[in-house]
């Protein structure tokens, strides 16, 4: 329980923005699938599209803090290396 009026400050504060990096995660989540749908249906043309974009949000998150730079490097790894293999 927070007592002094800057711990008090804080749980808000803490509440807030887990709310809101709630939303750029489930955000970021749902950019990867978009790659990994295109990438099961066998289109390399939109999972290329897809992983531009999903790049974009991934890195714009790993900057904020919301991943590790190589959480981000190592997903954007992966869909690389899937899209390599539709062609």
Known sequence: MANSA???KRARQAV????HNG???SMVRTYLKKVDAAIEAG???DAQAAYVLATSKLDKAADKGLYHKNKAARHK???SAKIKALA
């Open 6 to 8: 800057g711990s008090k």
């Open 16 to 19: 807030k923005s887990r709310a």
């Open 23 to 25: 939303s750029l995660r």
């Open 43 to 45: 289109n390399q043309a």
């Open 77 to 79: 790894s992966r869909l």
